[in-house]
């Protein structure tokens, strides 16, 4: 095809009287092809870029103050912010709590999701039909459409056993693992489909049992996918701002979400911004890195899923 | 936010239409009893089996202290399957399923079922226990201070943050020195030796307990104020922020006529069990009731009571309105974006890429955060920069722009992504075939590219349109619902459902949590009905382009 299209630009050069005017002509047709679509794809950047230009901004703004930050800084840049955030908030305790209460639940969401596709995906049994629908409709009730429910019971929990009660990051992790199934199991049981049979049945022939056919065979195959979704259970889950404010209240065992809206609120909210931004750039800079590193695996893994099923 | 990756994606594996065999289980069960036993396998289990055993006698403690015995056998019943289950060589399929559905049925079905049943009673402020509470409730709050009441030195404590924690009483005994704990339970003894007393008998110190400062004490005078303890004469109340007194109950229950008697005016309220609460002939209701079954009550306000139904209906237009404004944005965009830069002669578009998607990539709560200062009125980005003093959140339209604005940002990268690689599992002699045909680029895109990019799709923007519905984080970390119409502050103009819900439950104003339950069951049949027609519409389309 590529060949195609560049036969019709050279066939345009006809003859050296016209170059001045085909170069002109040359210019149009290029950007009627290709120059548009550069010109879209920086508009997309600038709209992509500019609120973060204004955030890396924030946290290099000597001042700190939202009201004294500009889209570019202009009165010179200090990493006090930085300082600031770790002196002045509890940020090292939430980040941790959060590394914590979203490691945790996206590894074991994915993996409890891995085991049930797997039985959807390989196993014929009563009630399966019913079980894929029942996943597929309660999925539609959000968790946190039970919030008034959830903090009742948790009340319960709390007075029986406080290990795992409000303020804990164990209890948070229980509560997310809780819609583990619902969310995954449908995507994972997609993947599970698309490795041939063939496969498990030769390991079940020579002596496999289901578990080792599920360790050993299947489970290496959908690893990449499994990453895929795991980081994007991840990301949800640091960005999960209900539920974790309904449970924790005490400053130390605060998630980043919960902490750091805390910075801006009241009085405090000027003052806090460049803090603020900071906090938000050393939040980011994992997940970005991992992200720009699985972004391949990222499209791919989302459209499988969806596309061939 | 985009949709999360939530999975309804492969809709067309609805089971049964795919290759299902059948007849083959027994003997594959035979097959897997022939395979041998591992010693890493065996390990496992036995390290699982005692992990779950281990909890279960942990748990069980505090249910025989609370005597909870429902909730004992459940405990037991569970653990027993559970060894049942692993131990025996049967079962297969539920070995994989029972650890999910686990957590499942515990924090997610039974809040759920919980919250449907919440939704027929009137729980929530002054109806949250039962008759008997609200009785002692009444009686303690209307103790007074009566000539020759004890006084006690007072030190306020609690066991979380001093900002926010529930907050108990140390109370000295001035005569043995004995200190007590008390909350709105009652008084309980506190150890001997666990409290450090200063001259004077105010506790400084206890085991267990954060002593609040002046300062903080002072910070929270309403909560003390308001914090009563039932004793065996009347009740325990602040008096100041460091003396208690023991007053009387001027207000008692008298069973003969299931009434409230207020002994210095001689009023009475009648217990009403429609209402759940205690009203007198003039019609007043005393603010402590208990909880009672409503029925439809709470379904039936939404639409009868006028205060609720006219803005109820405005919510749930522009509910509708910002989920399908944040879906279709954000599709558009993203697949603009995915068209200009999918072509054989691009070059750069990996770079363009990883610039694109890192809106995606970034915090969203922190991003939300900082998309609302940027609106600021005083100090914001975009007052700055075009020299305006807009008040972004304080008219309807600008706020509602604003908030879909920042969804587009949000979630456009996410649709780019996915239309990218739904563009590249379109076969190219598609569109060429077009061309060739004599089809312009608009054409061949209406008639080819799109229809096949909405089949790919279509799951997802399905499951993004379930998500933007109650997209909590967006408005609430934004405009918190903001602008508010001055006679409803219950209510504003870029509230979502589920964020008046969210205010209704733990807003500042008394928790109407009957009410709010009601509300997200009325969420959940919305977004249920949406996705069901969706779905099957996105079938029949499959039929069509397949």
């Known amino acids: 095809m590529t060949t195609l299209t560049g036969a019709t630009v050279t066939g345009g050069a006809n003859g050296p009287a016209a170059v001045g005017h085909n170069a002109g002509r040359r210019r149009n047709r290029w950007f009627a092809q290709v120059g548009w679509r550069h010109l879209v794809g920086v508009l997309g950047v600038l709209f992509s870029l500019f609120p973060l230009v204004f955030v890396v901004s924030a946290a290099l703004n000597p001042l700190g103050t ?121 995507l994972m049981k997609g993947f599970f489909d698309t490795l041939p049979r063939e496969l498990d049945e030769s390991a079940t022939v020579d002596g496999a049992s289901h578990a080792q056919v599920f360790f050993r065979i299947l489970l290496p195959l959908v690893a990449p996918i499994l990453a895929v979704t795991g980081l994007l259970a991840f990301i949800n889950t640091i960005n999960e701002f209900l539920m974790a404010s309904v449970f924790l209240t005490d400053t130390d065992a605060k998630t980043l979400a919960v902490g750091m809206r805390g910075m801006l609120q009241g009085g405090e909210r000027n003052t806090n911004f460049g803090i603020f931004a900071a906090g938000t750039l050393l939040t980011a800079i994992p997940t970005v890195l991992v992200f720009q590193f699985l972004q391949r695996f990222i499209v791919s893994g989302l459209t499988s899923g969806a596309v061939k099923g | 936010m985009s949709a999360p990756l939530s999975g309804p994606g492969p809709a067309q594996q609805v089971p049964g239409r795919g290759p299902v065999r059948t007849g083959s289980p027994r003997t594959s069960r035979t097959a897997r009893n022939h395979a041998p ?35 004992l056998v459940v405990l037991a019943l569970t653990t027993a399957a559970l060894f049942y289950l692993y131990l025996g060589r049967r079962h297969v399929p539920a070995k994989y399923l029972v650890p999910g559905t686990l957590f499942l049925i515990a924090f997610q079905i039974v809040p759920v079922l919980y919250t449907a049943s919440t939704a027929f009673t009137n729980f929530g402020d002054g109806h949250r226990g039962s008759k008997d509470d609200a009785i002692v409730a009444i009686q303690s709050s209307s103790v007074k201070q009566v000539p020759g009441s004890a006084q006690y030195p007072l030190s306020v404590a609690t066991k979380g943050d001093p900002a926010t924690g529930a907050l108990v009483f140390l109370i000295t005994d001035p005569e043995t020195g004995a200190v007590s704990v008390g909350d709105s339970e009652g008084l309980r003894p506190l150890d001997p030796g666990a409290a450090t007393i200063a001259p004077g008998g105010k506790v400084t110190a206890a085991d267990g307990y954060t002593v609040l400062n002046f300062g903080q004490a002072s910070a929270r005078s309403k909560d003390i104020t308001d914090l009563v303890v039932p004793t065996a004469g009347g009740a325990l109340r602040s008096s100041g922020l460091s003396r208690a007194y023991e007053g009387k109950a001027v207000r008692a229950y008298d069973r003969g006529c299931d009434c409230v008697k207020d002994s210095d005016s001689g009023k009475t309220w009648t217990a009403d069990s429609a209402l759940g609460a205690f009203v007198s002939a003039d019609g007043e209701r005393l603010a402590q009731g208990w909880k009672v079954n409503v029925g439809l009550s709470n379904f039936t306000r939404v639409l009868t009571d006028e205060r609720i139904s006219g803005p109820f209906l405005g919510t749930l237009i522009w509910n509708f309105a910002f989920a399908i404004g944040s879906t279709g944005g954000t599709f558009i965009l993203g697949m603009l974006i995915a068209l200009a830069l999918h072509s054989p002669r691009m070059r750069g578009t990996n770079l363009y890429r990883m610039l694109l998607i890192l809106p995606y990539a970034m915090p969203s709560f922190a991003m939300l955060l900082v998309w609302r200062d940027m609106f600021n009125t005083d100090f914001g980005l975009i007052n700055n920069l075009f020299g305006l003093s807009v008040d972004w959140f304080g008219q309807d339209w600008s706020a509602r722009a604003a908030v879909i604005l920042v969804q587009l940002w949000l979630g456009y990268p996410y649709m780019f992504l996915v239309a990218t690689g739904a563009l590249q599992a379109i076969p190219r002699e598609l569109t060429e075939a077009s061309s060739v045909d004599g089809a312009s680029p608009w054409q061949s895109f209406k008639a080819v590219t799109l229809p096949l990019l909405l089949v790919a799709l279509s799951p997802l923007l399905i499951s993004s349109f379930a998500f933007n519905f109650n997209n909590f984080n967006a408005i609430y970390l934004t405009t918190e619902g903001a602008p508010f119409p001055a006679d409803n502050s219950s209510n504003g103009a870029t509230d979502l459902l589920i964020t008046y819900t969210y205010r209704l439950a733990f807003g500042g104003q008394a928790a109407q949590f009957g009410f709010a339950a009601a509300i997200s069951l009325f969420i959940f049949a919305i977004v249920a009905v949406v996705s069901a027609i969706s779905f099957r519409r996105t079938r029949q389309q499959e039929e069509v382009y397949a």
């Open chain 2, 37 to 71: 036993i591992t010693a890493a396998g065996l390990a496992a289990k036995v390290i699982l089996l005692g992990l779950v055993a281990g909890i279960a006698i942990w748990a069980a403690f505090p249910l025989v202290e609370a005597e909870k015995w429902v909730g």
């Open chain 1, 66 to 186: 939202l009201s004294s930050t500009e889209l570019v800084p202009t009165g010179g840049v200090s990493l006090e912010n930085f300082g600031d955030l770790f002196a002045r908030t509890e940020f090292a305790n939430w980040f941790l709590n959060s590394l914590l209460i979203a490691g945790g639940a996206s590894f074991a969401s994915v993996f409890l999701s891995a085991l049930a596709a797997y039985a959807f995906s390989r196993m014929r049994f009563q009630g399966r039909r019913v079980g894929l629908l029942s996943l597929l409709l309660i999925q539609m009730f959000p968790q946190f459409l039970a919030i008034v429910a959830i903090f009742l019971i948790f009340g319960t929990i709390t007075d029986l056993w406080p290990a795992i009660g409000f303020n804990t990051p164990w209890g948070l992790l229980l509560l997310y693992m809780g819609g583990a199934l619902g969310v995954n199991t449908w």
